[in-house]
């Protein structure tokens, strides 16, 4: 059950991804924030127009994790000041726990093998323990706390996390 990872450049591609992007939000966060904080981070974070924006203005890359044709989950990444910034990394939950992310963790080490890049970071909502688990297991390490005003009254309480990646110097 290899994954393939394409790279996400139409407005169809785009507006496929909000609209799995918007089920994965609400099916998972709900036990971790409200459903009202959930609707404006999507608005804000992950509707058709915020990804659309990230990829041609803001230098983010949105991947599908692709099993046979079929979407499993996607990630996004940035690359800023010499690190790759993960900046989401979902599955969907009958995909969790086959191994997907393993996969996905290893596109995302070649990626950066590619680029020189030795460092990956991330956030993740300092409740989100699966997720926590998951990274940890992955090689990640908690940096530092962060509290980040989003608008509307709502924050991002997450966890900083980090990882190196051996780069080889040629």
Not at 14 to 27: G, N, S, V
Not at 85 to 105: D, N, P, T, V, W
Not at 120 to 140: D, Q
Request: proline letters at 1%; a negative charge; aromatic letters at 12%.
């Amino acid at each position: 059950m290899k994954l393939t990872f394409p790279l996400v450049h139409t407005a169809e591609e785009i507006a496929e991804l909000a609209a799995f992007a918007a089920e994965i939000w609400r099916e998972y966060y709900v036990s971790i924030i409200t459903m009202e904080q959930i609707d404006y981070m999507i608005g804000k974070f992950q509707s058709i127009q915020a990804m659309t924006d990230q990829i041609h203005h803001q230098s983010y890359a949105y991947y599908v994790m692709q099993q046979d044709g079929s979407t499993v989950g996607y990630m996004s990444v940035k690359q800023e000041d010499g690190k790759l910034f993960l900046s989401k990394f979902y599955i969907a939950k009958e995909h969790r726990g086959l191994g997907y992310a393993s996969q996905a963790m290893t596109f995302l080490e070649q990626l950066c093998k590619e680029r020189q890049i030795s460092h990956i970071w991330l956030t993740v909502n300092r409740y989100n323990e699966s997720s926590i688990a998951v990274y940890e297991k992955k090689g990640f390490k908690v940096v530092r706390e962060q509290i980040a005003d989003i608008g509307n009254g709502f924050v991002m309480d997450d966890y900083v996390m980090g990882k190196s990646v051996a780069v080889s110097v040629t």
